[in-house]
Structure formats: C-alpha cells, structure tokens
C-alpha cells in the first residue's frame, strides 16, 4: 500500500501519512460494516479517496522540477488498475456487466454483442451507455483534479 501511495505523494511524510489514514478508514469501515470484505482493490479505492482528500487540503500549486522522474509504465500500477476495475465490475447489475465485458474485455464489435445479448445494435448502445456510466460512478476517484475538485476515470 506504501509503494501505490508513495508514487503519488511528493514527499515521504506525506506518503506515510496518508497510508496510515487509509489503513485507519479501512478499520474503521471494518468495524463498522461487519458484512464489509476487505479486498485488495477496496484498500487501494480508500487509498485513492485519502490521496484526493490530501490534495484538495493542501490547495497548492506544485513547485516546479527540473527533472522529474520517469513514471513510465509501473506494471504494479497496471496490475492494480486491473484489479480495481474487476472488483468495480463486480458491482454493476449483470447485464451491465456482461456487456462490458463482452464490449471491452473480449473486444467484440457492438454488433455481435448485441447478438450474443439478443438485442438490437442501437438497444445495445443504449446499453453500452448507461453500463460505462454505472462502471464511471462505482469507480473509485482515481487523480485529483487540480481545481481541486475529485473526479471519475
């Protein structure tokens, strides 16, 4: 959990800090809900909650680098992204689900998911819609917007 927020901290206290709130919020979620199960991708989605509250608290311009390190492609990142979008997919009504999985996981034409729904092509980009705003609206926040306002993937 250190490594995913460290990355996305500017300093290590701040990391550290905001690693502790998110480990405090899951027990305290914990404890709350006992019907609560504590996932992976559940822990990274507060940790992501923790982070924007962070930068809307600090209301700050970024000082400027010279040379910022290299992001690149984490496959650890990719990884967690993966793992938050299946537990978010988990959330959706199945034919949400379904049909985003057959549209962007099988990577079928919206023809022949509408075939394999029963649907007409025009119901099932209806339904491709309103399935991609559901999936937007479970999703966790993922960056701070810099108005400082969160937003959805």
């Not at 019907?35 to 400027?64: F, N, S, V, Y």
């Not at 290299?70 to 992204?81: A, Q, V």
Request: glycine letters at 8%; aromatic letters at 6%; charged letters at 30%.
């Amino acid at each position: 959990m250190y490594g995913f927020v460290v990355r996305r901290c500017p300093d290590r206290r701040t990391a550290e800090d905001v690693t502790s709130e998110t480990f405090l919020a899951a027990m305290d979620s914990v404890r709350r809900r006992r019907d609560t199960e504590p996932t992976t991708g559940w822990l990274i989605g507060i940790a992501r909650h923790k982070l924007a509250d962070h930068w809307r608290r600090a209301q700050r311009t970024p000082e400027p680098v010279e040379n910022p390190p290299d992001r690149g492609n984490d496959p650890w990142d990719t990884e967690l992204d993966r793992m938050v979008a299946h537990h978010t997919l988990g959330q959706l009504s199945p034919v949400h689900r379904s049909v985003l999985t057959l549209r962007y996981v099988d990577d079928l034409p919206v023809g022949e998911c509408a075939e394999i729904l029963g649907r007409t092509v025009g119901a099932t980009e209806a339904l491709l819609t309103r399935a991609k705003r559901a999936f937007r609206a479970a999703y966790p926040e993922t960056q701070p917007q810099p108005s400082g306002r969160g937003g959805h993937a």
